[in-house]
């Protein structure tokens, strides 16, 4: 532990209470989808939106809708960023309780603090606006459109010149810890994020509250 020198962070499970603003931008969605006659009311009874989040956009929809047209997928991908870019400007996006403490707690120990997120640019652009995450906290924000959403590990591949190894990786999915293992991190699975137990199994260590990690380093 205390020779790594790089903390890779996931942001949606991790730091951010992302179905706090993802609930109503996806019911919006989900509204206009039911009007164009492409969902029924039974088709999203039961559907978990936290399974959703963590993904590439394009590979959610691709999911969800499986049987559109790009173009159908594509304006419902707009409405739910339109209303999440809204919410976040309205300063209604939350962090979990002790996020802003540990973050803090980390930079002054000297780590160097990168974020990584499948989202889109907008997204990480509001969420810095907001939560002033560059000047507060972190040395790089990566957004994987602005990499063509390409894999987590594929992108820290191509900023191995930003950061000093040894690394870890705190995330809340599976991807995460994947991406950590592929690139040879310490690897933190969040069990109170999204993701469920099982896909964390194979991180190296645990933790059920962002806080802890203050304990670890």
């Known amino acids: 532990m ?12 991790t730091i951010h209470r992302t179905l706090d603003i993802y609930k109503s931008a996806f019911e919006q969605a989900k509204n206009w989808l039911i009007t164009e006659n492409v969902l029924s009311d039974s088709d999203v009874d039961q559907l978990d939106l936290s399974h959703f989040l963590g993904m590439a956009p394009k590979a959610m929809w691709d999911l ?3 049987n559109q047209t790009n173009e159908i997928k594509e304006k419902a991908s707009a409405i739910v960023s339109n209303e ?4 976040i400007e309205s300063n209604q996006a939350v962090w979990y309780e ?7 707690y980390l930079k002054n120990k000297g780590y160097k603090l990168i974020l990584i ?22 040395d790089l924000l990566l957004a994987s459109e602005d990499f063509g ?10 900023v191995a010149d930003y950061f000093k190894e040894p690394a870890a ?3 809340d999915r599976k991807m995460d ?29 645990k933790i059920h509250d962002i806080s802890e990690l203050q304990s670890i380093f």
């Open 2 to 13: 205390k020779q790594i020198k790089t903390l890779f962070f996931d942001y949606d499970g």
């Open 64 to 66: 969800f809708l499986p």
């Open 84 to 87: 999440m870019k809204r919410l």
């Open 98 to 104: 002790h996020a802003d403490a540990t973050l803090s």
């Open 117 to 138: 997120s499948n989202c889109k640019s907008y997204y990480m652009r509001a969420h810095d606006q907001s939560f002033k995450m560059a000047d507060r906290y972190f």
């Open 149 to 158: 959403f390409i894999s987590k590990d594929q992108i820290i591949e191509q």
């Open 169 to 171: 990786i705190i995330g």
């Open 177 to 205: 810890i994947d991406a950590g293992q592929a690139c040879g991190f310490l690897t933190i699975g969040c069990l109170y994020g999204y993701g469920s137990k099982a896909e964390l199994d194979h991180a190296d260590l």
